[in-house]
């Protein structure tokens, strides 16, 4: 009988510290997340130039090397209140290269700016595709995730993994909080219950991970969407793409799937 009472006092003090837990977890509701999106520009160029005979591509390459760093480093931030969201970059932190021509990758040099309603599952995209700025209105993309249970730490809070394929062939990797009840994440990934801190496309070389979360009132006018740029959707601006690389080869499908995220 004392057996029994000890495990009963025992099962309730677990209970009461998990109660407590709960009502002492903070949610974060609003705020600014700062990302940083590395490119692994080596890896990315070994691939642009695998199969190229001439030597000039290799002396290109180790030029780009003996004057650049592997990885491309460039900072983003996601604004958000309640659900909706404005996804932007810092362009000062953007990188200069001694060697462009060769490091030019779409994927790698991609500056979306993008402000997502949950509550009307939209998104507004602007995008800037070469010499053109477009202006994207659609439905948010619909991601089937798998979730796991794998876990890690990204900026201080505790994120959960989750893996998806993406454009028929793009596999990516999301770290989400629950503690950020927001459902969305960098560039367009929505979908997971919680906020994405962390993302990877392992076989693009490329990965955006929250480097801090501030905690502050989200205003409706630093949420607004961007205006300029020509009108369109997704559908319109695939066949835009489609007609302008028709001619671009093995570059093309890549080249496709960048302005398609």
């Not at 025992?10 to 590395?38: M, P, W």
């Not at 909706?84 to 779409?106: G, H, Q, R, V």
């Not at 959707?233 to 995220?261: E, F, H, V």
Request: glycine fraction near 4%.
């Amino acid at each position: 009988m004392k057996t029994i009472l000890n495990r009963i006092l025992i099962i309730i003090t677990v209970l009461a510290s998990c109660n407590t837990f709960a009502q002492n977890d903070h949610f974060v509701e609003n705020g600014v997340i700062e990302f940083e999106k590395k490119s692994n520009m080596y890896a990315l160029i070994t691939k642009k130039i695998k199969g190229e005979t001439d030597s000039y591509y290799k002396l290109a390459f180790e030029g780009y090397k003996k004057n650049n760093p592997q990885f491309k480093t460039v900072k983003s931030t996601l604004s958000f209140s309640k659900n909706k969201s404005l996804y932007k970059w810092n362009e000062s932190t953007e990188p200069t290269s001694n060697n462009s021509w060769i490091a030019d990758d779409a994927m790698a040099n991609l500056k979306n700016v993008i402000a997502t309603d949950l509550d009307t599952k939209t998104s507004i995209t602007q995008k800037n595709v070469y010499d053109d700025l477009y202006l994207v209105k659609d439905s948010l993309r619909k991601i089937d995730w798998k979730i796991t249970d794998e876990t890690r730490e990204i900026a201080g809070y505790e994120c959960r993994r989750a893996n998806a394929i993406v454009l028929d062939s793009v596999y990516v990797v999301a770290y989400y909080t629950i503690q950020i009840p927001f459902s969305g994440g960098p560039e367009s990934f929505t979908g997971l219950p919680g906020t994405i801190l962390g993302l990877a496309m392992p076989h693009e070389n490329m990965t955006w991970f929250a480097t801090k979360v501030t905690e502050i009132p989200v205003s409706d006018k630093d949420l607004a969407p961007p205006i300029k740029g020509k009108p369109t959707d997704n559908k319109g601006l695939n066949k835009i793409l489609l007609d302008a690389l028709k001619d671009w080869g093995k570059w093309a499908k890549k080249t496709l799937q960048a302005y398609s995220l």
